[in-house]
């Protein structure tokens, strides 16, 4: 099974600059989110998605973030613009979608990261 | 390749000692617990989960104790094997499917 696939890995950027990441969650996973960690820090939730619709973006800084999965399945994560405070790895998560549980079934596979860098 | 918590607390242990980990969750809520397992320059990796009904749950070379009375949560690695080495975090869910991350503790296996 192929696992989340997400791009670029690395990406340098000056502040006040855009920038986009993408993320392929796994076949058949529902939910899909978007974390942001800090150096020395344990995930922090961005912003999850069930299909094409937000379930929670209560932490999604929404002047300057956005996120869309548009047709249920790829996601991208856009900042513009951003800020020095930015840098981080931006991790995609998928979980598949269980009717039985009530909700996304709880292990969440995780993509290696998009490490952002904000000169 | 990138590192995780450079700044984490660190345990360090000899190769084929029994590694434990400690978490402390917030939440007397949270009904659901989960450790993962984060190597430099990849995603966290699922270790293994425990529901709150329950205060032991094993695995391989793995366990988990839940101490709901003083919301204390650990993981013990048996027989630690230098390819533990990594920064482990344990993750409590909130509410509906959310999960909230504690800040990782870096495990180093000494030859």
């Known amino acids: 099974e192929a696992g989340v696939a997400q791009s670029p890995r690395y990406k340098i950027i000056e502040k006040r600059q855009s920038v986009a990441f993408w993320c392929n969650?796994?076949?058949g996973h529902a939910t899909l989110y978007w974390y942001q960690q800090i150096l020395?820090?344990?995930?922090?939730?961005?912003i999850q998605f069930q299909n094409n619709g937000v379930v929670d973006d209560s932490q999604l800084p929404k002047d300057r973030f956005s996120a869309e999965r548009l047709k249920g399945v790829d996601s991208t994560l856009k900042i513009q613009p951003a800020k020095l405070e930015d840098s981080a790895v931006y991790l995609c998560a998928s979980s598949f979608w269980s009717a039985l549980a009530g909700g996304p079934a709880d292990t969440q596979y995780f993509g290696p990261g998009t490490r952002l860098t904000v000169l | 390749g990138e590192?995780?918590?450079?700044h984490l607390p660190t345990l360090s242990v000899q190769e084929g000692d029994n590694s434990i980990i400690n978490c402390a969750y917030s939440?007397?809520?949270?009904d659901y617990f989960i450790w993962y397992k984060q190597e430099s320059?990849?995603?966290p990796q699922f270790i293994i989960d425990?529901?709150?009904n329950m205060d032991k749950r094993q695995?391989?070379?793995?366990?988990v104790l839940l101490n709901k009375t003083v919301k204390h949560l650990s993981l013990q690695i048996a027989a630690t094997q230098p390819g533990d080495s990594a920064v482990y975090f344990c993750a409590e869910r909130r509410g509906t499917y959310k999960y909230i991350f504690g800040t990782g503790t870096r495990l180093k296996v000494l030859a």
């Open chain 1, 25 to 27: 969650p796994i076949s």
């Open chain 2, 27 to 30: 939440n007397s809520a949270s």
């Open chain 2, 3 to 6: 590192s995780v918590g450079l």
């Open chain 2, 59 to 63: 695995g391989q070379r793995v366990t």
């Open chain 1, 40 to 46: 020395g820090q344990g995930p922090k939730l961005l």
């Open chain 2, 50 to 52: 425990i529901r709150s």
């Open chain 2, 41 to 43: 320059g990849k995603g």
